[in-house]
Each structure stands twice: as C-alpha cells, then as structure tokens.
C-alpha cells in the first residue's frame, strides 16, 4: 500500500476538547455505524477541519479509520495536510474515472490506523461519476474493511453533491427511515453535541454529520 506523510496543525484546546466529544459521540452510537457523512451549508463553515480531525483521532483511539475526499470541484484538503506522497498521486479522481483500481487510491499514512482515498484532481462536474456504481462499490468496499469511513463532501449550499451521495449511497434501498444521531455545527462550541433528527438512512445506521 503507498503511503501519505501528513502534517496536522494543532488546536486550539477547546475546539479539541469539543472535537474529542464528538468522538465519544460517535463510539456509543453502536457497532453498526461505520460509514459518516460530513456537510455544511457554506463553505468556509469548518466541514473539513472536523472531518479531518475526527478521522484523525478516531485512528489515534484505536480504530482503523478512512477518509474519503469527496470534494472533488474544490479540494484543499492535500495542500492544507501537506501531503508529501512517495511517487505519483493517485485519488478518488482517477477511480471513478476508471483510471486507478482500489488498491491504488487507498493510502496509509504516518497516523497509525489513519487511511486517506484523497482528491488529487479537481472536477468541473463530477455528479455522473459519483452517481455511478463504482462509487457505491468503493464505499462499500472501504466499510468493509476499516471501522469508519469518513466522508468528506462539498456544501450543500454551494453544489449538490453532497446531498447527492447521500440520495445515492446512504440511503436504505428499500427507502425504510431510522432514527440517527446528526451533529449540527453552529459555532465552534457546539462541535461534538448530537442532534436528534429523523433521517432516512442505510441499513448501516450511517451517521450524518
């Protein structure tokens, strides 16, 4: 497997105590609950920043955890971890393009249990491939074989992409509504505290964030 040196800036303490709650969070919502989707409103709101800081400290508390950048019109998450790869980057981009393979797109990283399928490329429309079944596969693939997925998508207010791969791959196909935990994030206090709304979800028992 290729491997990702990243560099992850520190936090300040109370946004990672706040992140360390929603960790917490997470870990009691049951053994089922494996594949996490991650939105906002807007950009610049912070979606990223928790995404990849979950997805850090879950590895960091034993679990094998993967992070899927889904972004892919406007990716910054390689340039802000300063991904340093050992040879040619291949990401979600040139999977679901049908140029890398599984095996290709599936990094480790200088985190122990940390795994990244990053966005090396960005994609003027990329709604046709995430609609495809090759992304549905890579997912179920990925939930599989780590603890979590994490998956990092774009604002909703700004494109549907994310509530399109919610509508294709976190819904349960027979169309049946669960109760879930939701994390609304209204400013940076309230990182970690679970929401509790009605959702129609996977028979997973995703969890949207």
């Given at each position: 497997?290729?491997?990702?040196?990243?560099?992850?800036?520190?936090?300040?303490?109370?946004v990672?105590e706040a992140?360390?709650r929603?960790?917490?969070?997470?870990?009691?919502?049951?053994?089922?609950t494996?594949k996490i989707?991650l939105?906002?409103?807007?950009?610049?709101?912070?979606?990223?920043?928790?995404?990849?800081?979950?997805?850090?400290?879950?590895?960091?508390?034993?679990?094998p955890t993967?992070?899927?950048d889904?972004?892919?019109?406007?990716?910054?998450?390689?340039?802000r971890?300063?991904?340093d790869?050992?040879k040619?980057t291949?990401?979600?981009?040139?999977?679901?393009?049908?140029?890398?393979e599984?095996d290709?797109?599936?990094y480790?990283?200088?985190?122990?249990?940390?795994?990244?399928?990053?966005?090396?490329?960005?994609?003027?429309?990329?709604s046709?491939?995430?609609?495809?079944?090759?992304?549905?596969?890579?997912l179920?693939?990925?939930a599989?074989e780590?603890?979590?997925?994490?998956?990092?998508?774009?604002?909703?207010?700004?494109?549907?992409?994310?509530?399109?791969i919610?509508?294709?791959?976190?819904?349960?196909?027979?169309?049946?509504?669960?109760?879930?935990?939701?994390?609304?994030?209204?400013?940076?206090?309230?990182?970690?505290?679970?929401?509790?709304?009605?959702?129609?979800?996977?028979?997973?028992?995703?969890?949207?964030?």
């Amino acid at each position: 497997m290729n491997e990702l040196n990243l560099v992850f800036p520190d936090l300040p303490y109370a946004v990672e105590e706040a992140m360390n709650r929603l960790r917490i969070n997470i870990k009691f919502c049951g053994k089922n609950t494996r594949k996490i989707l991650l939105t906002s409103c807007m950009p610049n709101e912070g979606k990223s920043t928790v995404s990849t800081y979950l997805w850090k400290m879950l590895a960091e508390a034993g679990f094998p955890t993967v992070l899927v950048d889904v972004d892919l019109r406007k990716s910054v998450l390689m340039k802000r971890l300063q991904a340093d790869a050992e040879k040619e980057t291949k990401g979600l981009n040139h999977y679901l393009s049908g140029l890398a393979e599984y095996d290709e797109v599936v990094y480790k990283t200088n985190i122990d249990n940390a795994y990244i399928v990053p966005c090396t490329q960005l994609l003027e429309n990329p709604s046709p491939l995430l609609e495809d079944v090759r992304f549905r596969e890579l997912l179920d693939k990925l939930a599989s074989e780590y603890r979590f997925v994490i998956v990092d998508t774009p604002p909703l207010g700004s494109v549907s992409d994310g509530a399109l791969i919610a509508s294709f791959h976190f819904l349960d196909e027979l169309g049946i509504t669960h109760r879930v935990a939701t994390v609304g994030v209204l400013n940076p206090g309230d990182i970690g505290t679970p929401l509790r709304h009605d959702f129609a979800c996977g028979r997973n028992s995703n969890f949207h964030c």
